[in-house]
């Protein structure tokens, strides 16, 4: 699969949304071995992990989509990114006008799950924030 087909399955999905930086992102996730496609090992792995009941897994997957540069941690910047393109593909939901700022909703994240204070988000640190916060964790996993 391409990322046009991706960005248009999403589009169907997403009509009056903004889906392409999501899109760049889940694909760059989806897309393991850097080929520029989705074969089918890939993508039958991430529904694999999407459809499964293992928390873990999904949690590890979301934990990828949060860490752009691949460092082992996640910024608050990188927050802000995935976050606001979350926020443009669901941008006509019904939820829309509830959603607090992005930068209050990175903070409350960075309050709730740098348990060490130290400015990013460790992948134990962010499973174990997801755990400890369900509701957080719903607005934040998109599977």
């Known amino acids: 699969m391409s990322k046009y087909k991706l960005t248009q399955f999403y589009q169907s999905l997403y009509p009056n949304g903004k889906c392409e930086k999501f899109c760049k992102r889940i694909?760059?996730?989806?897309?393991?071995?850097?080929?520029?496609?989705?074969?089918?090992?890939?993508?039958?792995?991430?529904i694999s992990i999407t459809a499964s009941n293992d928390m873990k897994q999904k949690l590890s997957l979301a934990f990828k989509l949060?860490?752009?540069?691949?460092?082992?941690?996640?910024?608050?910047?990188?927050?802000?990114?995935?976050?606001?393109s979350i926020y443009d593909l669901t941008i006509h939901e019904k939820d829309f006008k509830r959603r607090i700022d992005v930068n209050?909703?990175?903070?409350?994240?960075?309050e709730k799950f740098d348990s060490d204070k130290n400015g990013h988000i460790e992948t134990e640190e962010f499973l174990n924030g997801c755990i400890e916060n369900p509701s957080l964790a719903e607005l934040i996993i998109p599977y």
């Open 27 to 46: 694909f760059k996730v989806y897309d393991t071995d850097g080929s520029g496609k989705i074969d089918f090992v890939e993508y039958m792995l991430s």
């Open 66 to 84: 949060f860490d752009k540069d691949n460092s082992g941690t996640i910024e608050r910047q990188e927050l802000v990114e995935v976050i606001q």
């Open 104 to 110: 209050e909703f990175v903070d409350e994240i960075m």
